[in-house]
């Protein structure tokens, strides 16, 4: 690589920032690494090549002698990969390659050892209210299905009186490492042993109840406090009533989804109810004193004189319980007022009366003809 640009090998331009190499460097070794591209010579070579621009430029005293001079000590840099590889100051080698291989070197592995403390599944149970209860708040049980330790083995798998055995393969790590021979030089991977199946130990009299898995399905009633003012959508978690852990892990969650059933009476908007109410011509023009309906009971309120139709009175306090908080919203109560039909005679004199003291003048509406009248039959 006497005459290549190291730059140019990494992508990149001269003067590139350190963070700059190092980005670039990970990029290419992760696309061109032997393990991913086992028996392809030209990614090999190619791994060879940023493997080298790397080990100069990301050493300042080389970059700086190969930015000034063209080569690594001054005099020329003719090719100086000896098989080896320096990743320091990167995290080790196998941390780069943890978005291939999930950890734990090249060839396998997982993220996770399934011998360590692992936190159990979170749960997710539907709770249907009615409107009453969602306003007041309510106490529920429920039912729920979940997976927990054995109480035969305490979660060992193993049966009473025996204890599971440290695997002799892997010494209790659940991983074994692997040594190969590549034309790059020596590569160690990592994977799960397959002995104990990446647990580290292994159970010769597993239990009678579990069956060595160390946990069971339970049915488990749980008693649940919902606050008032709780409404569609709301999720309350209960922490530490999910699935329970393995080797040792915390229990999950349970999540508590709320769903309330629609009133007949009240439209729901936040922590504010509405309502329709009727009113004659009469009381709308004169004002009175009506009774509504509202979550605490009958409530009387007055229409005052002259009250349109679409007015909206306001009760306040009388609306939904804000969650946790001690206040309220307000009720809505919205006026219709209802014009008059099929008027008697009293009733349409007094409206005539009404109209001329109102300076309105009375004009009788003509009579229409309906279908009796248009085809001559009575």
């Known amino acids: 690589m006497a005459n290549k640009d190291y730059y140019e090998v990494l992508g990149l331009q001269k003067g590139a920032s350190d963070d700059e190499i190092k980005k670039a460097f990970r990029k290419l070794a992760i696309k061109y690494h032997p393990d991913k591209n086992k028996g392809n010579k030209e990614a090999e070579e190619k791994f060879k090549e940023i493997n080298e621009a790397y080990q100069v430029l990301s050493d300042p005293k080389k970059k700086a002698n190969y930015d000034q001079f ?186 508590i989804r709320i769903n309330v059933m629609p009133s007949n009476i009240f439209k729901r908007r936040g922590s504010d109810l509405y309502i329709d109410t009727h009113v004659s011509f009469g009381k709308a023009a004169l004002g009175a004193e009506i009774t509504v309906p509202s979550v605490d009971g009958d409530v009387k309120i007055t229409v005052p004189q002259g009250t349109q139709s679409g007015t909206m009175l306001r009760l306040k306090g009388k ?12 009720q809505y109560v919205n006026v219709i007022v209802d014009t008059p039909k099929n008027l008697n005679e009293k009733q349409k004199e007094a409206l005539r009366l009404f109209m001329e003291a109102s300076g309105e003048k009375v004009e009788v509406q003509p009579h229409k003809k309906g279908f009796k009248d248009i085809f001559g039959k009575k």
């Open 70 to 255: 063209g080569s690594a000590d001054g005099a020329g840099f003719g090719g100086g990969f000896d098989g080896g590889f320096d990743f320091s100051g990167m995290g080790g080698f196998g941390d780069i390659f943890d978005t291939i291989f999930g950890g734990g070197g090249f060839g396998g592995g997982s993220a996770q050892r399934k011998n360590a403390p692992q936190r159990g599944d979170d749960l997710e149970y539907r709770l249907n209210l009615t409107f009453e209860e969602a306003v007041f708040g309510v106490e529920k049980e429920i039912s729920i299905t979940r997976n927990e330790n054995c109480e035969t083995c305490n979660g060992s798998g193993a049966k009473p009186g025996t204890s599971p055995k440290t695997c002799d393969k892997c010494h209790g790590t659940g991983q074994i490492r692997i040594q190969r021979q590549t034309g790059l030089g020596n590569f160690v991977s990592t994977t799960t042993c397959d002995k104990c199946g990446g647990k580290g130990k292994i159970i010769e009299t597993p239990c009678p109840t579990c069956k060595g898995r160390g946990h069971v399905r339970k049915n488990r009633k749980i008693t649940i406090k919902v606050p008032a003012g709780v409404d569609t959508g709301n999720m309350m978690p209960l922490r530490g009533q999910g699935e329970h852990g393995v080797n040792g892990g915390p229990a999950g969650d349970l999540y």
């Open 319 to 330: 609306g939904v319980p804000k969650v946790n908080s001690g206040q309220r919203g307000n």
